[in-house]
């Protein structure tokens, strides 16, 4: 008999076609009234169309978000948080913005709601990777799980085919480590293959 602790992430997932036009409804169940949207420059478009479907809710947008969530970029969303008082995240992207928002709310414990637009799977895990002075340090809260993910799988279809298999591969490469992982168990097995099955089939 296998032996196994299995910690069931308490994140509220939401998977669908036009599953974006949800995200009002989830912002008023969190009951957040200052929500400043994340994003990456090439995303900010996407960040406009999150923050116009919020309306007033929305605080502000910052399209900065950058690879390896560098300290200083956090700091710099940091600040703004500070000065409009920002109650609540919500990240439009792939792992640098979902990492962007991570490392806020490890410092502010504000609720994060991400809309992936890859499939890396960064934003289903407790876990943040920071760089500073060159040097990237990993580390795992609580803090750091999002509150709500969203699916909208309209979000990938502008992706180019490049950025797709780049990124499918990186999810097929977290769901084989799930197979060997020192906390691996059965639950965890189950969907790691059948992440990997059915990546295999829907990538390009």
Same mark, same amino acid.
């Given at each position: 008999?296998?032996?196994?602790? $299995? *910690?069931?992430?308490? @994140?509220?997932?939401?998977?669908?076609?036009?599953?974006?036009?949800?995200?009002?409804?989830?912002?008023?169940?969190?009951?957040?009234?200052? %929500?400043?949207?994340? @994003?990456?420059?090439?995303?900010?478009?996407? !960040? =406009?169309?999150?923050? =116009?479907?919020?309306?007033?809710?929305?605080?502000?947008?910052?399209?900065?978000?950058?690879?390896?969530?560098?300290?200083?970029?956090?700091? &710099?969303?940091?600040?703004?948080?500070?000065?409009?008082? #920002?109650?609540?995240?919500?990240? /439009?992207?792939?792992?640098? &913005?979902?990492?962007?928002?991570?490392?806020?709310?490890?410092?502010?414990?504000?609720?994060?709601?991400?809309?992936? &637009?890859?499939?890396?799977?960064?934003?289903?895990?407790? #876990?943040?990777?920071?760089?500073?002075?060159? *040097?990237?340090? &990993?580390?795992?809260?609580?803090?750091?799980?999002?509150?709500?993910?969203? $699916?909208? %799988?309209?979000?990938?279809?502008?992706?180019? !085919?490049?950025?797709?298999?780049?990124?499918?591969?990186?999810?097929?490469?977290? @769901?084989?480590?799930?197979? $060997?992982?020192?906390?691996?168990?059965? #639950? /965890?097995?189950?969907? !790691?293959?059948? !992440?990997?099955?059915?990546? $295999?089939?829907?990538?390009?």
């Amino acid at each position: 008999m296998l032996s196994f602790t $299995y *910690n069931g992430q308490p @994140a509220r997932v939401i998977f669908g076609s036009g599953t974006l036009a949800q995200l009002p409804s989830e912002v008023e169940r969190l009951g957040l009234n200052k %929500v400043l949207v994340l @994003a990456t420059p090439p995303q900010e478009e996407d !960040a =406009k169309r999150l923050a =116009k479907l919020i309306g007033d809710r929305c605080a502000g947008i910052f399209a900065g978000a950058v690879m390896h969530t560098p300290v200083s970029v956090t700091e &710099t969303a940091l600040q703004i948080v500070k000065d409009k008082d #920002i109650d609540g995240l919500i990240a /439009v992207g792939g792992g640098s &913005t979902t990492g962007l928002a991570k490392a806020l709310a490890l410092r502010t414990d504000l609720p994060q709601i991400v809309a992936p &637009t890859t499939y890396a799977g960064s934003e289903m895990t407790p #876990i943040l990777g920071e760089t500073k002075d060159g *040097n990237k340090v &990993t580390q795992s809260s609580p803090k750091i799980l999002p509150e709500v993910v969203i $699916y909208d %799988v309209d979000l990938t279809l502008t992706l180019p !085919a490049a950025m797709s298999g780049t990124s499918g591969m990186n999810a097929i490469a977290h @769901a084989v480590e799930a197979l $060997y992982a020192k906390e691996a168990n059965p #639950i /965890v097995t189950m969907m !790691a293959l059948e !992440a990997i099955g059915v990546l $295999y089939e829907a990538l390009p």
